[in-house]
T-cell receptor
Framework: EAQVTQNPRYLITVTGKKLTVTCSQN?????MSWYRQDPGLGLRQIYY???????DKGDVPEGYKVSRKEKRNFPLILESPSPNQTSLYFC???????????FGEGSRLTVL | GESVGLHLPTLSVQEGDNSIINCAYS??????FIWYKQESGKGPQFIID?????DKRQGQRVTVLLNKTVKHLSLQIAATQPGDSAVYFC??????????FGKGTMLLVSP
């Protein structure tokens, strides 16, 4: 089944404790992206990647890092999480030249 | 999830009615628009898209209308069903696969 898989789906952590949210897609998509979703603010792009070893900042990159060492994986790293990073996170992917994004199921992160 | 629905405009309809969800976009240079549906606890799912050189596009039970003069997009759902209850987002393209999403509208369908 074609899908974007995120882990963990739910996480409660404390300020300053590094964490990684993994994202993997099995559709051989070149493009991958991370969004965060907050009430009243909609979906905002954090980082995106056009292909392996190519990443770029979105609208709200502060406090986040990403890497794209392999085509299928695009992990989101929070080096020192803070409470304002409490949010619902979505990973998405698409084929090169296509703008239809396929989204994962989301990862709900709470930073205390 | 359910918290996504807070602060959103809400459209309540009866099963079988037609629904119209509206969206105003900001960038007159946007050349591509998409509607997404997000059910509770799930990620957004593609519904239908339209290019800026079109005024209307139809899918199965859905129609998207684009009015570039007033930068307005609408999604019409025919014969709305309880399974259509979700948050609906419009998104405009501002570069390759980089979409700017609207805040969303919650659609509630009662039987």
């Amino acid at each position: 089944e074609a899908q974007v898989t995120q882990n963990p789906r739910y996480l409660i952590t404390v300020t300053g404790k590094k964490l990684t949210v993994t994202c993997s897609q099995n559709m051989n998509h070149e493009y991958m992206s991370w969004y965060r979703q907050d009430p009243g603010l909609g979906l905002r792009q954090i980082y995106y990647s056009m292909n392996v070893e190519v990443t770029d900042k979105g609208d709200v990159p502060e406090g986040y890092k990403v890497s794209r060492k392999e085509k299928r994986n695009f992990p989101l790293i929070l080096e020192s999480p803070s409470p304002n990073q409490t949010s619902l996170y979505f990973c998405a992917s698409s084929l090169q030249g296509r703008r239809e994004l396929f989204f994962g199921e989301g990862s709900r992160l709470t930073v205390l | 999830g359910e918290s996504v629905g807070l602060h959103l405009p809400t459209l309540s309809v009866q099963e079988g009615d037609n629904s119209i969800i509206n969206c105003a976009y900001s960038n007159s240079a946007s050349d591509y628009f998409i509607w997404y549906k997000q059910e509770s606890g799930k990620g957004p799912q593609f519904i239908i898209d339209i290019r800026s050189n079109m005024d209307k596009r139809q899918g199965q039970r859905v129609t998207v209308l684009l009015n570039k003069t007033v930068k307005h997009l609408s999604l019409q759902i025919a014969a709305t069903q309880p399974g259509d209850s979700a948050v609906y987002f419009c998104a405009e393209n501002r570069g390759y696969s980089t979409l700017t999403f609207g805040k969303g509208t919650m659609l509630l369908v009662s039987p």
